[in-house]
């Protein structure tokens, strides 16, 4: 890198870096108040978290991604 880039990209940092200290009011005022008193979400094991509940495809997978295929594609043309 050359000079002039290399200064560059340390000034573009730096701004991002200082946009990064603000404060935004509406976003804190945002939360309830009560949300300090929720109980702490119950940690799971790996292997309990990551198992699937319940297969989202079925026998009839095919034909309903089929015909909402073809209700995207004829929505897609009449927008044309």
């Known amino acids: ?3 002039s880039t290399l200064r560059a990209f ?3 940092f ?3 870096a200082l946009g990064g200290c603000g404060e935004f ?3 804190v005022g945002a939360v309830d ?3 300090g008193n929720a109980p702490y979400p119950q940690i799971l094991p790996n292997t309990e978290a ?3 509940e319940t297969p989202r495809l ?3 997978s095919d034909e309903a991604l089929e015909a909402r295929e073809q209700r995207l594609r004829n929505r897609a043309r009449a927008l044309q």
């Open 10 to 12: 340390f000034f573009c």
């Open 25 to 27: 009011p509406e976003v």
């Open 58 to 60: 079925h026998s009839g």
């Open 33 to 35: 108040d009560d949300i």
């Open 14 to 16: 730096g701004l991002a």
């Open 1 to 3: 890198m050359t000079h």
């Open 50 to 52: 990551l198992v699937a």
